[in-house]
């Protein structure tokens, strides 16, 4: 069971009580921390969070696939996550976005990361 994050700060009800996750919700919430968390940047936990950080350094031919990888690696202490589809994207100049379609307990859901 994990409390509700929304905008980096945890969710309260009408009553200013922590709302709580568990299941599929609390684990598509892990799968964002660790996508959107730069690797190394949490104390508490040097190696939570991903490498997508790094993509702007990557030749765009190639980011596609270092991406993908980064994404894997990144998921991969979550049991029940799996990433199904990984995409780069330019929407602006020196902008940057990684989609990713991730499977969650069988069901599909599209989350997109501003790198």
């Known amino acids: 069971m994990d409390t509700l994050l929304r905008a980096g700060e945890h969710a309260t009800d009408g009553r200013g009580i ?3 996750i568990d299941g599929s919700r609390e684990l598509l919430q892990q799968a964002m921390i660790r996508l959107t968390v ?3 940047r949490f104390r508490l936990d040097p190696g939570l969070g991903s490498e997508l ?3 702007s350094g ?3 031919a190639m980011r596609g696939r270092v991406a993908a ?8 202490p979550l049991s029940g996550v799996r990433a199904e589809d990984v995409s780069c994207n330019t929407p602006a100049p ?3 976005t990684v989609a990713v379609t ?3 307990d069988g069901e599909r859901y599209t989350a ?3 790198v």
């Open 18 to 20: 922590p709302i709580t």
């Open 38 to 40: 730069p690797k190394g």
């Open 53 to 55: 950080y790094k993509l």
């Open 58 to 60: 990557c030749a765009s």
């Open 69 to 76: 990888a980064y994404v894997q690696e990144a998921l991969l």
């Open 94 to 96: 020196d902008v940057l």
């Open 102 to 104: 991730l499977s969650v």
């Open 112 to 114: 997109e990361v501003r």
